[in-house]
């Protein structure tokens, strides 16, 4: 089985610090993604990346940034924490071919103070 | 206007009802169709993927895809109040190999 595990499930931080979400996937997969899910908005794609050391904008860039040194790892750095920010954050992976499916880690609920 | 929209809920049904969820979607393109089921406080997880237009079915899940309609579909039979969760419809275009465009979901809640 595919497993994404993400390093917290719950975050508590307060207005200006750097937050990093880390996210690893065991199935060698060459694509990674980070979401943030929030009520109303759905899924909405923040980076992603199909390769060590290369990352592509998603839809909602502004305000993170990300970092892929190893192909198991794919880090989300918040490089300083808004209290709109405040959501549940998705890391998922997947295959580099046509129609792959995407796995998902369990989330991170992140509150900003 | 959004790539794909879905009917947004919620929905309550009960149980051993059948469940019809839905999605429409604008780029023609889109050629692989999935969908997500996410319980409160967990990730989305795969439930259905279907290639092109036609029918799949899972045991009591059936996933549709009408391309000339662009419209898809996932229906529940027998409902049971452990499939109350979110479902979000999902799609990809042949180039985009792994990268998806999702729907907000629908929360669906079968009552005992």
């Known amino acids: 089985d595919v497993k994404v595990t993400q390093s917290s499930r719950y975050l508590v931080k307060r207005t200006g610090e750097k937050v990093f979400l880390e996210c690893v996937q065991d199935m060698d997969h060459e694509n990674m993604f980070w979401y943030r899910q929030d009520p109303g908005l759905g899924l909405r794609l923040i980076y992603f990346s199909y390769d060590v050391k290369m990352k592509e904008k998603g839809d909602i860039p502004e305000g993170y940034s990300v970092s892929r040194e190893k192909k198991e790892r794919f880090s989300l750095i918040l490089e300083s924490a808004s209290t709109n920010q405040t959501s549940m954050y998705l890391c998922?992976?997947?295959?580099?071919?046509?129609?792959?499916?995407?796995?998902f880690g369990p989330g991170t609920r992140l509150l900003v103070l | 206007q959004k790539e794909v929209e879905q009917d947004p809920g919620p929905l309550s049904v009960p149980e051993g009802a059948i469940v019809s969820l839905n999605c429409t979607y604008s780029n023609s393109a889109f050629q692989y169709f999935m969908w997500y089921r996410q319980y409160s406080r967990k990730g989305p997880e795969l439930l259905m993927y279907t290639y092109s237009s036609g029918n799949k079915e899972d045991g009591r899940f059936t996933a549709q895809v009408d391309k000339s309609s662009k419209y898809i579909s996932l229906f529940i039979r027998d409902s049971q109040p452990s499939d109350s969760a979110t479902y979000l419809c999902a799609m990809t275009l042949p180039p985009s190999a792994g990268k998806s465009t999702f729907g907000d979901g629908t929360t669906l809640t079968v009552k005992p």
């Open positions: 998922a992976s997947s295959l580099w071919a046509p129609g792959e499916t995407q796995y």
